[in-house]
């Protein structure tokens, strides 16, 4: 079967970081938002109740100071140790930071190093699609995400890659 496209690139620590950020904001932001909602409505009624009792306004503020601890550990801190993971898994892997990958008229193949198909991925299981100003992240309906650097085209470009996953999307 021809390939419609071939993408060819190096994953730097860059590039690695910029698509992990999308995929945190897209996945994980989302949750720490209604997390830290929950630490800001458990603190308030605890608050009230301290008022109410008539506790001391002492034991308010040191709650107040663990809730912006765990709000700026779920935003900050969290976020910021899973790319750090992510990165060293990558720097880890044979091979790791380079990426081809084949576009045919049904699926991709990933290739994951020294030439061996790694992950074919069929157009119709592309869940969606994250943009960066760098990348294209392919996310798969069990998760699997495929990075596609814009600049990396050897065969075809972007639009063709569109293209085929518009005629496919469900």
Same mark, same amino acid.
């Given at each position: 079967?021809?390939?419609?496209?071939?993408?060819?690139?190096?994953?730097?620590?860059?590039?690695?970081?910029?698509?992990?950020?999308?995929?945190?904001?897209?996945?994980?932001?989302?949750?720490?938002?209604?997390?830290?909602?929950?630490?800001?409505?458990?603190?308030?009624?605890?608050?009230?109740?301290?008022?109410?009792?008539?506790?001391?306004?002492?034991?308010?503020?040191?709650?107040?100071?663990?809730?912006?601890?765990?709000?700026?550990?779920?935003?900050?801190?969290?976020?910021?140790?899973?790319?750090?993971?992510?990165?060293?898994?990558?720097?880890?892997?044979?091979?790791?930071?380079?990426?081809?990958?084949?576009?045919?008229?049904?699926?991709?193949?990933?290739?994951?190093?020294?030439?061996?198909?790694?992950?074919?991925?069929?157009?119709?299981?592309?869940?969606?699609? !994250?943009?960066?100003?760098? !990348?294209?992240?392919?996310?798969?309906?069990?998760?699997?995400?495929?990075?596609?650097?814009?600049?990396?085209?050897?065969?075809?470009?972007?639009?063709?890659?569109?293209?085929?996953?518009?005629?496919?999307?469900?």
């Amino acid at each position: 079967m021809e390939t419609k496209a071939v993408n060819c690139f190096s994953v730097t620590k860059e590039l690695f970081t910029e698509g992990m950020q999308e995929l945190l904001n897209d996945e994980y932001k989302p949750i720490a938002k209604k997390a830290i909602i929950a630490v800001a409505v458990v603190w308030l009624l605890l608050a009230a109740v301290t008022v109410y009792l008539k506790g001391r306004l002492v034991f308010t503020l040191i709650e107040l100071a663990v809730a912006l601890f765990v709000c700026y550990w779920l935003w900050v801190l969290v976020p910021k140790n899973r790319v750090k993971r992510a990165i060293r898994a990558q720097e880890e892997i044979p091979g790791g930071g380079e990426r081809r990958i084949e576009f045919y008229e049904d699926r991709l193949e990933a290739d994951k190093g020294e030439g061996e198909t790694g992950l074919i991925l069929n157009y119709e299981d592309v869940a969606k699609v !994250l943009e960066t100003p760098n !990348l294209l992240i392919l996310i798969s309906v069990n998760h699997v995400g495929v990075m596609v650097s814009k600049s990396g085209f050897i065969k075809g470009d972007e639009k063709i890659v569109r293209d085929l996953l518009k005629e496919w999307s469900r």
